[in-house]
């Protein structure tokens, strides 16, 4: 398994590279050690540094479990306190050609239906019921493609007694 594993960490690092324009990507230690353990089907929480691309842990992750389970949907909802972050994350999922929506009243059906490689959603709006019920029923189409939950920028939540 951790041979499959560390390739297909490297398939997906020349996936991207080959995608992206800009200067190579070469995984930092804190960050493919994280990759490997949310492949190894283990909870992460990575602690890093503003700047040291977290969200390239989850991106690696994405493309590489995608190419592990080819049969199955993989899909990754990252819970984000900001809009302008959601924004800056889709426009580069997009830009890479993988599909990259926020969860939203007028997309929602279809996110539920077909579920994207990447949703991106504030913690208000994971939290409705409707959503909800649909993620946690075994049945669905969301339930069974969602392979990580993200809650990126957690700094920046607040706590329930409004103080961060």
Same mark, same amino acid.
Request: with cysteine; charged share 25%; glycine share 4%.
């Given at each position: 398994?951790?041979?499959?594993? &560390?390739?297909?960490?490297?398939?997906?690092?020349?996936?991207?590279?080959?995608?992206? &324009?800009?200067?190579?990507?070469?995984?930092?230690?804190? $960050?493919?050690?994280?990759?490997?353990?949310?492949?190894?089907? +283990?909870?992460?929480?990575?602690?890093?540094?503003?700047?040291?691309? +977290?969200?390239?842990?989850?991106?690696?992750?994405?493309?590489?479990?995608? $190419?592990?389970?080819?049969?199955?949907?993989?899909?990754?909802?990252?819970?984000?306190?900001?809009?302008?972050?959601?924004?800056?994350?889709?426009? &580069?999922?997009?830009?890479?050609?993988?599909?990259?929506? &926020?969860?939203?009243?007028?997309?929602?059906?279809?996110?539920?239906?077909?579920?994207?490689?990447?949703?991106?959603?504030?913690?208000?709006?994971?939290?409705?019921?409707?959503?909800?019920?649909?993620?946690?029923?075994?049945?669905?189409?969301?339930?069974?493609?969602?392979?990580?939950?993200?809650?990126?920028?957690?700094?920046?939540?607040?706590?329930?007694?409004?103080?961060?």
């Amino acid at each position: 398994m951790a041979a499959s594993i &560390e390739r297909s960490i490297v398939a997906a690092l020349d996936h991207l590279n080959v995608s992206r &324009e800009k200067q190579k990507i070469i995984l930092k230690k804190e $960050q493919e050690m994280a990759v490997k353990e949310l492949l190894d089907g +283990k909870d992460v929480m990575a602690i890093l540094p503003t700047g040291f691309g +977290k969200s390239l842990i989850f991106t690696i992750f994405a493309i590489a479990k995608g $190419q592990i389970s080819r049969s199955e949907k993989t899909c990754v909802l990252v819970i984000s306190p900001l809009k302008s972050i959601i924004d800056d994350q889709i426009a &580069e999922m997009t830009s890479l050609n993988y599909r990259a929506l &926020e969860l939203s009243v007028d997309n929602m059906a279809s996110i539920l239906s077909d579920p994207p490689q990447f949703v991106y959603c504030t913690a208000e709006k994971v939290l409705e019921k409707s959503f909800l019920d649909e993620l946690k029923n075994s049945n669905t189409a969301i339930h069974k493609a969602v392979s990580a939950i993200v809650v990126d920028e957690s700094h920046t939540v607040e706590s329930w007694t409004g103080k961060r």
